[in-house]
C-alpha cells in the first residue's frame, strides 16, 4: 500500500489517500482517507477538522470580597491644656531638662506710635515717589537736591512756623524749612521728608510725629542703626535709598 498527501482546504490538515491497485506512482487517485492522529493533536493541540479546542463551561468563580480602605483616624487640635503641657516640654528639652519659664506675653502699647502724617507742601509730591535714603545731620552735605528721611527731636519753632530745628540725639542740629506756618502744636520726635537744599537745610514735604505716651524714642538707638545701614548699603536697600 503506497501513501500519499496532498493539502486538502478544511482546516489545512493533510489528506492521505490509498492508491488503487495497479497504478503507478500513485498516480491514479484513491479514496480519501481521514484518521484522528493523537501525535499531532498532542503537538499542536489540534482536532482532526482543525476547530479549537474550548474547554468546559461552568460557573464562574465568586467575586473577591470589596476591599476596606481603612481611614487614617482624625487627629483633633489639643486642648489649651496640652498645649501648655507641650510648650513646657519643649521648654525643658531645649534648656537641656531644666525648668525654664515660658515667655511672659508683651504688653501692648509699649513702644512710640506713629501719628497721621501731614503734607506740609502737597508741590512737592514728587518726593515720596524717589528713593530717599535715611540719614543723619553729618550726611545732609553729601545729599544735597536729593530727597531724603530724616528723624529728630523737636528743639526749638521759629515763631514765623516755618522753621522747625530739630536735635539728632548727637549734640547736632538740622532746621527743616516748611513752605506754609505749621497750624498745629509739634513737640518730641518727628519724621521728615523732603528735600536736602543748598544750605543744607531739609524743605519739607511731609512730616509725621510719634506719640511717646508709653516710651519715649531712643535716637542715640537709632543713630547707631543709621551707622549700620550706610556701612553695609548691601543688606539694607531700603534704608539707603537704593529701593525704596
Known amino acids: 500500500m503506497h501513501l500519499r498527501t496532498t493539502l486538502g482546504c478544511q482546516g489545512a490538515l493533510p489528506k492521505y489517500t490509498e492508491a488503487e491497485p495497479g497504478s503507478e506512482g500513485g498516480k ?10 493523537k501525535g499531532l493533536n ?11 479546542p474550548r474547554p468546559p463551561r461552568g460557573s464562574a468563580p465568586p467575586p473577591s470580597p470589596p476591599r476596606h480602605h481603612r481611614q487614617p483616624p482624625l487627629h483633633h487640635p489639643p486642648s489649651a491644656t496640652a498645649a501648655a503641657a507641650l510648650t513646657g516640654l519643649r521648654f525643658r528639652v531645649a534648656s ?3 525648668e525654664v519659664p515660658p515667655r511672659p506675653p508683651r504688653p501692648r502699647g509699649r513702644h512710640p506710635s506713629l501719628g497721621g502724617r501731614r ?3 502737597p508741590a512737592m509730591g514728587d518726593v515720596h515717589e524717589a528713593p530717599r535714603p535715611r540719614i543723619g545731620t553729618g550726611q545732609l552735605a553729601q545729599h ?5 528721611c ?11 512756623g516755618k522753621l522747625v530745628v530739630l536735635a539728632d540725639g548727637l549734640g547736632k542740629h538740622t ?3 516748611l513752605s506754609e506756618p505749621l497750624d498745629e502744636e ?10 536736602v537744599t543748598n544750605q543744607a537745610t531739609i524743605m519739607c514735604a511731609s512730616y509725621v510725629q510719634f506719640r511717646e505716651d508709653k516710651s519715649s524714642f531712643d535716637l542715640e538707638l537709632y543713630n547707631e542703626a543709621l551707622k549700620i545701614i550706610h556701612e553695609f548699603p548691601e543688606y539694607f536697600p531700603f534704608g539707603t535709598g537704593r529701593n525704596t
Open 28 to 37: 491514479t487517485p484513491g479514496r480519501e482517507i481521514r484518521g484522528d492522529f
Open 42 to 52: 498532542d503537538r499542536t493541540g489540534l482536532e482532526a477538522d482543525g476547530q479549537l
Open 96 to 98: 537641656g531638662g531644666g
Open 119 to 121: 503734607e506740609a507742601a
Open 144 to 148: 544735597i537736591g536729593q530727597p531724603v
Open 150 to 160: 530724616f528723624v529728630g527731636r523737636v528743639e526749638k519753632i521759629h515763631p514765623s
Open 175 to 177: 532746621t527743616v524749612e
Open 186 to 195: 509739634i513737640s518730641g520726635v518727628i519724621e521728615v521728608v523732603g528735600r
